[in-house]
């Protein structure tokens, strides 16, 4: 019994001991570092106030074209003159390749013979008209006559107008050219290849065809407008470049994001098809509190920071947000004014620990 006693005794001075020990050594840390709860200080406090943030949200994004323009085989024939290559810039009405075969150059026959005899039907109602008039001063004919004459001649260069376009369109038939300025995307066809009517024979990417597609997920989904403006930083290192939102179609991807087109701000920009790299989003500007990260407390899986008043220095919840440099900005749990422990806040916030710590038996 004396034994067990002693041995009680003995556990009871131990505890005693160390918590006395453990409570000296933390005490005389933080009192080393920044004042105690209750004690007045300035030294290790800062006072918070309002800062203006512009938040941001970045995706990885790539220039895609718009859409991409077949250039179609008006009639059936076979391609010839075929010599420009992928990657190759053309220019609206640039001739890219030629059609020809038995159709075609049927077709072209008969409307140069068709412009031919209309050019004889209006010279020869010309002639006539002339002579009418000439004759009508003299009363060798009548009013009547020159004004039948008049309607041929107008019939006449009707005719000759009808059959000009037509050869014309026989011959822009015969003739592939861009309907606009862009890159060659791809060859559809071969030179000696026969085509049909409505087959593509290039597909052009148009010159002014390209914009950035971004992923977006959770909930930035519903923040993004369009008409937001931005940058796109591209991999290689190259200069940002200004873009705006210039479409949020609202369907989502196969990968659970929803995507969205953005348009340089810029009349020219200086990118290519394909290209990669990030896109940040300016949010609307907000006004936050900014304390300095060294600020914070985490504990318990919540955040908190040590705020002194006249009755010393007590700790108090907040919910942190965004990041930006040795800032965090506060959503919510401070006020404009609060002084905050920025020396040694962890260790004053467990500054009674050594008073709740206890040896076990």
């Known amino acids: ?9 003995r556990s009871a001075l131990f505890r005693r001991f160390v918590t006395a ?15 105690a709860a209750g004690q007045s ?14 938040p941001h949200l970045a995706a990885y994004a790539q220039v895609e074209p718009i859409s991409v323009l077949p250039v179609d085989a008006a009639e059936a024939g076979v391609v010839q003159g075929l010599e420009i290559l992928p990657g190759a810039y053309v220019r609206r009405g640039q001739q890219l390749a030629h059609l020809s075969g038995p159709a075609l150059r049927a077709m072209l026959l008969q409307s140069e013979a068709d412009v031919r005899s209309a050019r004889s039907q209006l010279s020869a109602a010309q002639k006539t008209l002339s002579i009418e008039r000439e004759q009508l001063p ?3 004919t009548t009013r009547q006559a020159v004004h039948q ?5 107008v019939q006449a260069q009707t005719t000759l107008n009808n059959a000009q376009s037509h050869l014309a369109s026989v011959r822009q038939m015969m003739t592939v050219t861009a309907p606009t300025s862009g ?3 791809a060859l559809n066809s071969a030179n000696g290849q026969l085509v049909s009517t409505g087959q593509p024979v290039v597909t052009l990417q148009p010159a002014s065809g390209l914009w950035l597609t971004a992923s977006y997920y959770g909930a930035d989904l519903s923040i993004i407008r369009v008409g937001m403006t931005g940058s796109f930083a591209p991999s290689d290192g190259s200069a940002p470049i200004a873009v705006r939102v210039c479409s949020v179609p609202g369907t989502l991807t196969p990968g659970g994001g929803e995507s969205i087109a953005l348009l340089p701000l810029g009349p020219h920009a200086a990118w290519l098809s394909g290209e990669a790299g990030t896109v940040t989003l300016n949010l609307p500007q907000q ?4 304390v300095p990260t060294r600020a914070l407390i985490l504990n318990q899986g919540k955040w908190w920071v040590m705020v002194r008043s006249a009755r010393g220095a007590h700790p108090r919840q907040v919910v942190p947000g965004p990041v930006q440099g040795w800032n965090t900005f506060i959503e919510s749990g401070l006020a404009p004014g609060d002084k905050v422990v920025v020396v040694n806040a962890y260790l004053l916030f467990h500054a009674s620990i050594a008073e709740q710590f206890q040896i076990p038996d």
Request: hydrophobic share 65%.
């Open 1 to 9: 019994m004396k034994i067990h006693a002693l041995f009680a005794l």
């Open 21 to 35: 020990v453990s409570a000296a050594a933390v005490l005389a840390f933080v009192s080393g570092a920044a004042p």
């Open 41 to 54: 200080s300035s030294a290790d406090t800062v006072a918070v106030k309002l800062h203006v943030l512009t």
């Open 138 to 140: 003299s009363h060798l």
């Open 149 to 153: 004459a008049q309607s041929a001649e």
């Open 183 to 185: 890159l060659v995307l």
């Open 287 to 290: 006004k936050l509190i900014a």
